[in-house]
Nanobody, 125 residues
């Protein structure tokens, strides 16, 4: 019912910046309520960790490891969420995943989750 497509990943030098985007498509937007947008990441050999979240009312929260460097924001025109990543280090190397919690008009009492395929970010000189 909701498809997520991430973009913007790639190779960047330490200290550099990248901007990831996650676009949602599928149901008619009038019939869909996305309550939470999240970015998570999974580095090789490590568990997936939550990086940032933004709620439909605009509240945001970040992992301690990215506070002050990453910013999550809504792109209403594109029905997407962006993650601006600054001052990147090798510790930020991971596959970054977008996921959302959403409800549909047909089942407003049920919260569902959708995940994107992920976009790789490599921070290396």
């Amino acid at each position: 019912q909701v498809q997520l497509v991430e973009s913007g990943g790639g190779l960047v030098q330490p200290g550099g910046s990248l901007r990831l985007s996650c676009a949602a498509s599928g149901n008619d937007p009038k019939d869909l309520t996305i309550t939470h947008w999240r970015w998570s990441r999974q580095a090789p050999g490590k568990q997936r960790e939550l990086v940032a979240v933004i709620e439909s009312v605009g509240l945001t929260n970040y992992a301690d490891s990215v506070k002050g460097r990453f910013t999550i924001s809504r792109n209403y025109r594109k029905n997407a969420v962006d993650l601006q990543m600054n001052s990147l280090t090798s510790d930020d190397t991971a596959v970054y995943y977008c996921n959302v919690d959403f409800r549909t008009a047909a089942s407003p009492w049920i919260t569902k989750t959708a995940w994107g395929q992920g976009t790789p970010v490599t921070v290396s000189a």
